[in-house]
């Protein structure tokens, strides 16, 4: 069966920290992605990667970065979190077309 | 750029009512068009895709690309159905993969 783990369900964190947000596939997906849902807009891409060590800026990239060290872990890095950025976190890997998505991480920024 | 619209926030229908759930876009290209469905407590997972032509769970949509639409149709909306509706498209290319979402349609199937 077809996974992707995010590592966190929950999280609580206060303005300023840094907060990473892990996300693993274990389908030898080349493809990964970085979206933001919220009501009312839908899921908005932040960053994306093709490969190992690559990366590239989506729709809403400021105040993120991202980290590809291995094929099958894509990391979302918050440097300074901010309570516009409390929101739900998903992570996708993808096939030739079709998106896998992990369960989604809700982090909230106090 | 590409953008999709879901014109509708919430749609709520009675058990055995045909519904649909309206998606347009707009890309001067030739898109890839889907449907992804998010139950209750379950991860986004895709319905269905315009190129494969199939009817996942009942439901349909037909890519017109005149009117520049994708709506996901049902005939008979059952309670089972109720969840978050979101419609997205792939450029492909060398974005192959990348997906912008619409605003998403909360469905409600009243028994």
């Known amino acids: 069966d077809v996974k992707v783990t995010q590592s966190s369900r929950y999280l609580v964190k206060r303005t300023g920290e840094k907060v990473f947000l892990e996300c693993v596939q274990d389908?030898?997906?080349?493809?990964m992605f970085w979206y933001r849902q919220d009501p009312g807009l839908g899921l908005r891409l932040i960053y994306f990667s093709y490969d190992v060590k690559m990366k590239e800026k989506g729709d809403i990239p400021e105040g993120y970065s991202v980290s590809r060290e291995k094929k099958e872990r894509f990391s979302l890095i918050l440097e300074s979190a901010s309570t516009n950025q409390t929101s739900m976190y998903l992570c996708a890997s993808n096939s030739v077309l079709e998106a896998f998505f992990g369960q989604g991480t809700r982090l909230t920024v106090v | 750029a590409q953008r999709v619209t879901q014109p509708e926030k919430l749609l709520s229908v009675f058990k055995g009512a045909p519904v649909e759930l309206k998606c347009n876009y707009s890309y001067s290209g030739s898109p890839e068009l889907f449907w992804y469905v998010q139950y209750s407590r379950q991860r986004l997972q895709l319905l269905l895709r315009?190129?494969s032509r199939e009817s996942i769970k009942g439901f349909t949509a037909d890519l017109n690309k005149g009117e520049t639409s994708f709506h996901l149709k049902k005939p008979f909306a059952q309670e089972e159905d109720s969840a978050m509706y979101y419609c997205?498209?792939?450029?492909?290319?060398?974005?192959?993969?990348?997906?912008?979402f619409g605003q998403g349609t909360i469905l409600t199937v009243h028994p």
């Open positions: 315009h190129i």
């Open positions: 997205a498209l792939s450029v492909g290319g060398t974005s192959y993969g990348k997906l912008t």
């Open positions: 389908m030898d997906h080349e493809n």
